[in-house]
């Protein structure tokens, strides 16, 4: 089962379920006509035994009184059925009403939540909360909810109607009624803890498909189906361990319950037949008082078997509320310092930017600094390239910069404003990112790119899409730009998706580009003409590049070069190759050093260089 015990919040009691409440707001109405039609569908049901007593006590001797009998019996039927209709239909409006809006409001809310809660929450069991726990809801809240109501009620009027035909005969109910109310309670107790073992193991699959159909190809290409396979399995058996126990529970105790019920129905029967023959009866009041015990009793083990599913209602509706008690991104930030707007146009001049003192641990290892004591500027229009081995920094440099994260230590201030300050919209809105593998949605080429800047005019897509080569594979394509790409693009090459993220950057025109590996899936010629139009997009913006090729930064302006979260040296290509050892290595093992590339590449006089 997943090891993260707070993905796994547990019910002891049912005040959860009364947190849905303000979900009614809007439907009162239809709450207050269900409500009625849920009295007068067990007022119908409970004043059909007294026809019954009518008949039996006073016999049935005249057609006419037969007559009349039989139609109000039609009557009074048809009135019930109607009521009861009326209280089905309503009660399925309304919840299905309910978990349409609580379902969207989760949704919403888990798309505004920041990395952080993505590191610890596997992205499956959100997809199971959403999915499984809102079909519990979905079937749940009419059935359960109202079912329980509607015995409930029932349970109490013919409890009334049994104390006022024959109250004597209430009696012996009084005896089984504890050790019936406590094998309910206690089974009601089990259903409810299997129920949420099987809720776990649920999510626990959805988990297990998402990654494995997520990560298909490497599966398949690493001939993992089998463990896949049998990781899946696993978690069934133990989903139908939980299922056994369950029915188990189920059965035990509707057995002893039913045992007991038909127990004191005997009693009552061979007891009010005593009064009826010794004539402190008569028989139509012990035939309704048979009736209605029937009918408190079978409610009442309605009410048994809803009280275990009343927990699975809970322990649902706590799973969902749980992901809207998270806080989104914008609160977290806004909380540190009071946000302030900040005007956007894009022809606002490229930003500047600053890192100070910023120091940054990932929330799951806490233990390794990704990012020490950075302290770097940035100028308006600067393209200031990022170079480092693997797992140097450099995404987390950007993370920080889309604020995924806020540093531990320092601050990063665009344009001498401090990032946090900022609204986390307006923040994103000046910055574009081409990221190392682009993420393609199935929707169209064009509207892949357009979810830019959805309102950006044909002309200015048409642009990006030249601009970007995405024109020249599209163009092959049966309808062009409007060919629909599969889920995440898997028709496409990752040259190709690529190509569709650098068109997003162009289109978004931002005031801060941000490159990281942007072409690393492209082959030579693609890459040569993907440059021709980086150079475009990084003219007079300011741009941070991350790549592992030396060859495609060394027309940057600075070079910052990070070791294990460290900056350890800034300057041009030349200067870095003068006087930073690590720099010249790397250079020298592509073929850059001071042989290579160098002599072509330009050196800025005021480069700020220096080495720490
Ligand atoms: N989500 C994460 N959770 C925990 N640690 C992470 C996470 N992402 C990165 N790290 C760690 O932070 C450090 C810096 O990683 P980062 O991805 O910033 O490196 P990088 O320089 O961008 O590497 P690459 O060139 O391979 O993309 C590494 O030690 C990495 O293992």
Known sequence: MAANPWQRPTTKNFSVLLKLLPFLRGRYGLFALYLLSLLLSAAGSLA???????????????TRMLLIASIV??????FTVTARAAREALATWIGQGIVADLRQQVFAHVLRLPAPFYESFRTGEVISRLSSD?????????????????????LVGALLLMVTTLPLLVLPGFLILPPLVWINLRAGRLQRHYSRLEQDYLADLSAHTEESLNGIRVVQAMTQETAAEARYRADIVHLLEQVRRRIRVQVGASLVSGALIFGLLSVMLYLGGWLVVHGRAQMGMLAAFLIYAL????????LGSLWGQLGRLAGATERLLALLDE??????ASAVEPPIPVAVSHKNPPASLRFVDVSFRYPSRPDIAALHHIDLDVAPGETLALVGASGAGKSTLFSL?????LPETGHILLDGQDLRALRLHELRRQIAIVPQQAVIFSMSIADNIRMARPEATEAALRRAVQAARVDEFAERLPQGLQTHVGEKGVALSGGQRQRIAIARALLRDPRILILDEATSALDAENERLIQEALALLTADRTTLVAAHRLATIVHAHRI???DAGHLIALGTHRELLRECEPYRHFAELQGLGSHGALSQAPDTEESGFYIR
């Open 560 to 562: 910052a070069v990070l």
């Open 73 to 78: 019996l039609f009557i009074l039927g048809l």
């Open 401 to 405: 910069l889309l604020r995924h994260y």
């Open 327 to 332: 806080t989104p991104e914008e609160t977290r």
């Open 295 to 302: 009918m408190a009793t079978s409610s009442l083990s309605t």
């Open 48 to 62: 059909l035994p007294q026809g019954a007593r009518f008949l039996l006590d006073h016999g049935i001797v005249q």
């Open 134 to 154: 809102v079909t519990i809801l979905r079937f749940g809240l009419a059935g359960v909810l109202g079912g329980a109501l509607q015995s409930g009620l029932t």
